[in-house]
């Protein structure tokens, strides 16, 4: 960063813009569940052949 670049000061967060905690929770437990669906969907194929490659390129070359 040069000196004409600078960060750019947080700005503080009035007590009128906050987000009610209902709506909070809610956002939360939202996130939470599609979190969960998406840890629990299969890895695809491909990236298991991949793994399976790198694995096997790593033992070859003797870095397991």
């Known amino acids: 960063m040069t000196n004409k670049q600078t ?3 947080p ?3 009035e007590e009128d813009t906050q987000i009610d905690e209902h709506i909070q929770r809610r956002i ?3 996130l939470r ?3 969960d669906e ?4 299969p890895i695809p194929g491909k990236f ?3 793994l399976v ?3 096997e390129k790593e033992r070859k ?3 397991t």
């Open 11 to 13: 700005e503080t967060v």
């Open 53 to 55: 490659k790198l694995d």
């Open 48 to 50: 298991i052949e991949l």
């Open 61 to 63: 070359e003797g870095k």
């Open 38 to 41: 998406l840890l629990n969907e």
């Open 7 to 9: 960060r750019a000061e």
């Open 28 to 30: 939360g437990a939202k």
């Open 33 to 35: 569940s599609y979190y």
